[in-house]
């Protein structure tokens, strides 16, 4: 079975600066996806970024972008300029490509990231 | 367009009472999921729905139902609720391979 790990329970970070949280992975599988998901405190998950196993370039999205190093089995994501709107719970999450069953997300446990002003 | 709505948004519910959470999407996804998050924690997989009249066990299953008559519903049972079902719940859906799009969640508490 699949899992996945965040070593950082809380993480903070100057506005403006740039932060990093770190996501490992365990998995056998060649084809997979991964996925990082905001939460703020209204609960609601939001889709960050995406990265698809079989792509070597790193996924960004506007301030967000992935460090994706799959032989170590790491997704980190980076977060540039922070802003006071970033501050949230993080999860990483991973997705087999397998097309049948389930195709669930596995999350990691969280990291609550604090922007200070 | 709508997305994923859930029903009610808070609950408050007394041991062995049942309830019925609603969930909704209008994007004519086939597949749809229901997780719990529990304090501090990740979200884990209750059920999941392929397609209507299909439906399968996912990770924590156990305490709960799941029905699946249209695309666009996917209805989650609490039987005898107890106080470990105190979490909060999220409703989602998918295309096959595509990203999942979450509800606003449910936030159930038993006492």
């Known amino acids: 079975a699949q899992t996945v790990t965040q070593s950082q329970p809380e993480m903070s970070v100057q506005e403006a600066e740039t932060v990093t949280l770190s996501c490992t992975y365990d998995?056998?599988?060649?084809?997979?996806?991964l996925f990082w998901y905001k939460q703020p405190p209204s609960r609601q998950m939001i889709l960050v970024i995406r990265q698809e196993a079989y792509k070597q370039q790193n996924a960004t999205e506007n301030r967000f972008s992935v460090n994706f190093q799959k032989a170590a089995k790491s997704f980190s994501l980076k977060i540039s300029d922070s802003q006071l709107g970033d501050a949230a719970m993080y999860f990483c999450?991973?997705?087999?490509?397998?097309?049948?069953?389930?195709?669930?997300?596995?999350f990691g446990q969280g990291t609550r990231l604090t922007i200070n002003p | 367009n709508a997305g994923v709505t859930q029903t009610p948004k808070f609950r408050i519910l007394k041991i062995g009472q049942s309830m019925t959470l609603q969930c909704t999407q209008d994007m004519n996804h086939n597949y749809m999921y229901w997780y719990r998050q529990d304090p501090g924690m990740g979200l884990k997989l209750i059920y999941y729905s392929v397609g209507a009249g299909i439906t399968d066990k996912g990770e924590v299953p156990n305490g709960y139902n799941v029905s699946r008559s249209t695309t666009e519903d996917f209805p989650l049972r609490l039987e005898l609720a107890a106080p470990s079902q105190t979490s909060v719940y999220f409703c989602?859906?998918?295309?096959?391979?595509?990203?999942?799009?979450f509800g606003p969640g449910t936030r159930l508490t038993v006492l």
């Open positions: 998995t056998s599988e060649s084809d997979y996806y």
């Open positions: 989602a859906s998918s295309r096959p391979t595509d990203t999942q799009y």
């Open positions: 999450a991973y997705r087999s490509d397998w097309v049948q069953g389930a195709q669930k997300l596995v």
